[in-house]
């Protein structure tokens, strides 16, 4: 029986690597899959996890259509095996919607990679729908730590390295921001909740310099940009 497996996580959760993972193991076994990805960090058409990997991969958009797709490769005699979709938060709930058909009327595995919820704490569209629909889903553990050593659950937004809770839901951005984030620059990065609460990033947090009106408010500080 073919399924829709929904791995999931924050940021750093090592979600890519486990999907280059499970593709070297099954291509190992002469299974061909297909995968697919949208924004991801190392540019158009490739999948790469922190730690280096990198992958081909098939960029999607608003527009694309993951169940037509695959019904056009197979009716031109192509064979897929199975199913990889990174960066799934960011597919539309019909997409997602088309990747249960993928499952149910071609047969073929799915495994879908995304991140949960977004910088302010709220599921993705594509998120919400895989787990509404997938067969299993699965909240990987590998251990992401907020700058203070807890686990983190979290992801933030940061601009100049300071942590904003409004904006677009997607901004692409850099994941290694921080610190020495230019000025203005996008970055992401993960913290508990209870510093996501804060909005205390390593940046605001950092070397003594809490300044006394963000640290032990019960509600949101206001930011000066
Ligand atoms: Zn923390």
């Known amino acids: 029986m073919a399924e829709l497996a ?7 959760c090592g979600k890519s690597t ?3 993972q499970i593709q070297h193991n099954r291509s190992a076994r002469g299974l061909l899959g297909m995968i697919f990805t949208r924004n991801d960090r190392a540019g158009v058409g490739r999948i790469s996890s922190r730690l280096g990997l990198i992958a081909e991969a098939t960029e999607t958009d608003e527009g694309f259509d993951f169940h037509a797709h695959l019904v056009r490769h197979l009716t ?3 064979r ?3 199913v990889i979709a990174d960066e799934a938060q960011f597919l539309s709930p019909r997409q997602v919607d088309q990747l249960a058909r993928v499952v149910d009327d071609l047969g073929i595995d799915v495994f879908a990679f ?3 919820t977004d910088f302010r ?3 993705f569209p594509g998120s919400q729908r895989l787990i509404e629909l997938a067969d299993r889903v699965e909240v990987l553990q590998v251990e992401a730590l907020c700058w203070c050593g807890a686990r983190a659950t979290h992801n933030a937004r940061t601009v ?3 942590m904003v809770v409004e904006g677009a839901q997607v901004v692409i951005g850099d994941v290694s921001g921080g610190p020495d984030s230019p000025r203005g620059e996008v970055g992401y990065e993960v913290l508990c909740r ?7 990033t390593a940046a605001t947090a950092g070397a003594g310099q809490l300044s006394p009106d963000v640290l032990p408010t019960e509600g949101v500080p206001r930011q000066h940009s």
């Open 6 to 12: 929904f791995f999931s996580g924050t940021m750093d």
């Open 18 to 20: 486990l999907a280059l």
């Open 76 to 78: 031109a005699g192509g």
């Open 80 to 82: 897929v095996d199975y």
């Open 114 to 116: 995304g991140i949960t």
């Open 121 to 123: 704490t709220k599921l």
């Open 160 to 162: 100049g390295g300071r």
């Open 194 to 200: 209870r510093h996501h609460r804060r909005r205390l």
